[in-house]
């Protein structure tokens, strides 16, 4: 099995752009997840889909991000538009089940953001 | 506020010593994982504790939730170089909330030097 993909593994884009984000999650895994890691704050969850629904998105910033899973091996981040303090290494995570943490979550490699 | 305090935030040490890293919150956890991160790479978990005074072994490193279910350590016993990474401690059904939801610590940066 490949892991969990995401696309593309660096992304410089100046302010005010638009930048959607990637993931292919474990076939078979029911539970998706997106997460953004700084010094700052760490990682944090931004969002969590169950069944390609959407169940908890608490985490998302403002409403310049969204998210989108229209497929069980496809999900987007998208952020509309772009601002400096967006730079971060986004990372996509899935796991089987009904997203317990009895159970692994597998995270693909991240996307490093940068805005300038 | 962070919920999930871990410390040391960094760590240097030489090959061959223990160590021992810990994660504690003033809120209950139903479980903790903790997982491993290098550079450019996702975390990977490396074990989860479930039940309070749990003690679980993986080769070289101990992995305890405290008795309360607030606290977890990861101690590391004869570190080699190939134990360098990030170290993050993350809780599940934070005070009886969603299971779903992990929230994790910052990370302690552990650097084993030949």
């Known amino acids: 099995d490949a892991g969990v993909i995401q696309s593309p593994r660096h992304e410089v884009t100046e302010m005010g752009q638009e930048v959607t984000l990637r993931c292919k999650p474990i076939?078979?895994?029911?539970?998706l997840f997106w997460y953004r890691q700084t010094m700052m704050r760490g990682l944090e969850l931004l969002i969590y889909?169950?069944?390609?629904?959407?169940?908890?998105d608490s985490g998302m910033p403002e409403d310049r991000f969204s998210a989108k899973m229209p497929n069980a091996s496809f999900s987007t981040l998208k952020i509309q538009p772009s601002e400096p303090r967006d730079s971060a290494v986004y990372f996509c995570?899935?796991?089987?089940?009904?997203?317990?943490?009895?159970?692994?979550?597998?995270f693909g490699q991240g996307t490093r953001l940068t805005v300038v | 506020t962070q919920l999930l305090e871990q410390s040391p935030q960094f760590l240097s040490i030489q090959e061959g010593e223990n160590l021992t890293v810990y994660c504690n919150s003033s809120?209950?956890?139903?479980?903790l994982q903790w997982y491993r991160q290098e550079p450019g790479e996702g975390p990977v978990l490396l074990v989860t504790?479930?039940?309070?005074?749990e003690v679980k072994k993986l080769k070289r490193l101990t992995f305890q939730f405290g008795d309360a279910r607030k606290d977890s350590s990861l101690h590391i016993t004869a570190a080699q170089p190939g134990d360098t990474g990030l170290y993050l401690c993350?809780?599940?059904?934070?005070?009886?909330?969603?299971?779903?939801?992990?929230?994790f610590g910052k990370g302690t940066l552990l650097t084993v030097n030949p």
């Open positions: 995570a899935s796991s089987l089940g009904s997203g317990s943490f009895r159970t692994e979550a597998f």
């Open positions: 076939s078979g895994h029911n539970s």
């Open positions: 889909f169950n069944n390609n629904v959407p169940i908890d």
């Open positions: 809120s209950v956890f139903s479980s």
């Open positions: 504790v479930v039940t309070g005074g």
């Open positions: 993350a809780g599940a059904g934070f005070s009886g909330g969603s299971n779903y939801k992990l929230t």
